[in-house]
């Protein structure tokens, strides 16, 4: 494929900030203030539904900030429209609430332990076409430390059994990662039972799946202590794998990103 016409796929991870409640709240209040006007009500809504009163809560709305601190960050490194999508894009939600950036596919993941951030930058053709239809990029975190799903989740013999319980621990994550991913992306979520989903077969990193009369396509993206899936209806996961690039941010690399949304 040319390169002039490939997909450009970003991903951006980070660590969740390790703070006492009292100071996390004080960085919620502080990102929420800095973030809003580039985050459409719909946004500032859906972060509002983390609340501050428990800890559990505040650790889920500054993992919402983060990702979407990501993003802007993302956003400003692009040098093809750098300090003019950045500065004035403004995130949206779509009807079955998937992010949306004009010319721009967005997701955004939490594991618990760190907030996920994919953008891709589409080609011009395909930029019409995400725009007019609204192709979703979806991305699912799962921690390696995460407990595994139900077995419900699971189609009768779709787990095999293996070698040890952590590797049935391994794999479980994994294909609900992928399971996950593609429900994001469909805009179903979770009123579609997972279990009739085809995660491909053991092992495996990158497939399709048919769902409502569309085709969505996934692929694993290698990520310390995750796995990491992206989906979308658009076929570039299958076609220009090497288009995406993944970057990791240490804590002190993620406070760096956060002084600067400030």
């Not at 939600?93 to 939490?110: C, Q």
């Not at 589409?122 to 699912?140: C, K, M, N, V, Y």
């Not at 799962?142 to 040890?164: K, T, V, Y």
Request: include cysteine.
């Amino acid at each position: 494929m040319n390169a002039q016409n490939a997909a450009q796929i970003l991903i951006l991870g980070a660590p969740r900030p390790q703070l006492a409640p009292e100071a996390l709240h004080a960085l919620c209040a502080r990102l929420e203030t800095a973030l809003a006007p580039r985050l459409a009500p719909e946004q500032c809504r859906h972060i509002s539904r983390f609340s501050t009163a428990s800890v559990a809560g505040l650790q889920q709305r500054c993992s919402r900030l983060l990702a979407r601190a990501l993003l802007f960050a993302g956003l400003a490194s692009d040098r093809g429209e750098r300090g003019v999508l950045h500065k004035a894009a403004l995130l949206r939600a779509d009807a079955l609430g998937r992010p949306i950036l004009p010319s721009r596919l967005v997701g955004f993941s939490h594991s618990g332990a760190a907030a996920f951030c994919a953008l891709a930058r589409l080609p011009g053709q395909q930029r019409i076409l995400a725009a007019s239809e609204q192709h979703a990029l979806a991305l699912d975190a799962e921690a390696l430390i995460n407990p595994p799903p139900s077995q419900r989740a699971f189609a009768d013999g779709e787990m095999r059994p293996l070698a040890s319980p952590a590797q049935a621990q391994r794999e479980a994550l994994r294909r609900w990662t992928i399971k996950e991913a593609i429900l994001k992306a469909s805009g179903l979520g979770l009123s579609h039972d997972p279990a009739t989903l085809y995660a491909g077969r053991a092992g495996g990193r990158a497939g399709c799946v048919s769902l409502s009369s569309s085709a969505l396509h996934w692929r694993l993206v290698p990520c310390p202590g995750h796995w990491l899936c992206l989906a979308s209806s658009q076929p570039f996961l299958q076609t220009s794998p090497d288009a995406l690039r993944f970057f990791w941010f240490t804590a002190s690399q993620t406070q760096k990103i956060l002084e600067d949304a400030l």
